[in-house]
């Protein structure tokens, strides 16, 4: 199960297992950011590469028109995945 939502904060909030069976429900709700915002992985227990995609893609999208995602409250697991594919040196990392 995946649930992402954007708080009133403009946070966006991850929770569950963010596979290729749920990037059209994340890539639904990461369009609708259109300036800098925190992610918060607290809740999130799993990451595929096609979740990684969804927010390289997004990333990108945001740095060309001046802002970025700033991820927070990863997991050890997922921490290394990013530390392991060299997206720790594309995304602020929060620890």
């Known amino acids: 199960m995946f649930d992402a ?3 009133e904060t403009g946070e966006v909030v ?3 297992r963010l596979d290729a069976s749920q990037t059209e429900r994340a890539n639904e ?3 609708r950011i259109s300036t800098s915002a925190r ?3 607290k809740d999130l227990e799993y990451i595929s590469s096609a979740g990684l995609g969804i927010l390289l893609m997004n990333q990108q999208r ?3 028109a001046g ?3 700033k ?3 990863l997991n050890k697991h997922i921490q290394d995945i990013f530390l392991y594919t060299g997206f720790d040196k594309i995304f602020e990392i929060e620890k």
Do not use: M
Request: net charge positive; glycine share 4%.
């Open 67 to 69: 802002f970025a995602l």
């Open 39 to 41: 992610v918060n992985f």
């Open 14 to 16: 991850l929770s569950g």
């Open 5 to 7: 939502r954007i708080l």
């Open 71 to 73: 991820l927070t409250n």
């Open 29 to 31: 709700v990461f369009s």
């Open 62 to 64: 945001l740095k060309n």
